[in-house]
T-cell receptor, first 110, second 113 residues
Framework: QKEVEQNSGPLSVPEGAIASLNCTYS??????FFWYRQYSGKSPELIMS????GDKEDGRFTAQLNKASQYVSLLIRDSQPSDSATYLC??????????FGTGTRLQVFP | DAGVIQSPRHEVTEMGQEVTLRCKPI?????LFWYRQTMMRGLELLIY????????DSGMPEDRFSAKMPNASFSTLKIQPSEPRDSAVYFC???????????FGPGTRLTVT
């Protein structure tokens, strides 16, 4: 079992819809969770961090964390073609290290 | 803030040559991380430093790889000798002492022929 698992996609959604990206992790002691967006040929860009169970909203983005289910998700409302990218889930499991999932490719079509 | 700076942005070299990648972390950040990204293996942590001291180098693939951080504003990742399988994008990231958010540099795309 991978430490951080994501569906590779692609996840295709129409413009204006809600995109839902999911991530599961294996280690219950994980405390910090992050979503990075990576455009093709670019570096990962931090878009959300979440530390507590529940929802955290920032603009069109909402991160959701459920530690009991070992599940973290990212919702993108009013999806735009510019949101088309690979979204990486990262988990702080041991000390200072982040463990990254392999990413979900999102495609938003007009 | 200028963000994390990496150089060169692209490097093409022949097998057997020495390659040196450079990174300047965000000013004030105490942690520096070196990652490698490939299609097959995704984003892998190679090594990280705290206050210029290497903390965990368990991700360094083999002795051909070495990393140094002589001061708080500069780090190098060296590959000697390079091999075609080292071809990848190498990222440097940094973070502050009290937070876990890491910020990535633009990366160096390495091609070894």
């Amino acid at each position: 079992q991978k430490e951080v698992e994501q569906n590779s996609g692609p996840l295709s959604v129409p413009e204006g819809a809600i995109a839902s990206l999911n991530c599961t992790y294996s280690d219950r002691v994980s405390q910090s969770f992050f979503w990075y967006r990576q455009y093709s040929g670019k570096s990962p860009e931090l878009i959300m961090s979440i530390y507590s169970n529940g929802d955290k909203e920032d603009g069109r983005f909402t991160a959701q964390l459920n530690k009991a289910s070992q599940y973290v998700s990212l919702l993108i409302r009013d999806s735009q073609p510019s949101d088309s990218a690979t979204y990486l889930c990262a988990v702080n499991r041991v000390a200072d290290k982040l463990i990254f999932g392999t990413g979900t490719r999102l495609q938003v079509f007009p | 803030d200028a963000g994390v700076i990496q150089s060169p942005r692209h490097e093409v070299t022949e097998m057997g040559q020495e390659v040196t990648l450079r990174c300047k972390p965000i000013s004030g950040h105490d942690y520096l991380f070196w990652y490698r990204q490939t299609m097959m293996r995704g984003l892998e942590l190679l090594i990280y430093f705290n206050n210029n001291v290497p903390i965990d180098d368990s991700g360094m693939p083999e002795d051909r790889f070495s990393a140094k951080m002589p001061n708080a504003s500069f780090s190098t990742l060296k590959i000697q000798p390079s091999e075609p399988r080292d071809s990848a994008v190498y990222f440097c990231a940094s973070r502050g002492q009290e937070v876990y958010e890491q910020y990535f540099g633009p990366g160096t795309r390495l091609t070894v022929t």
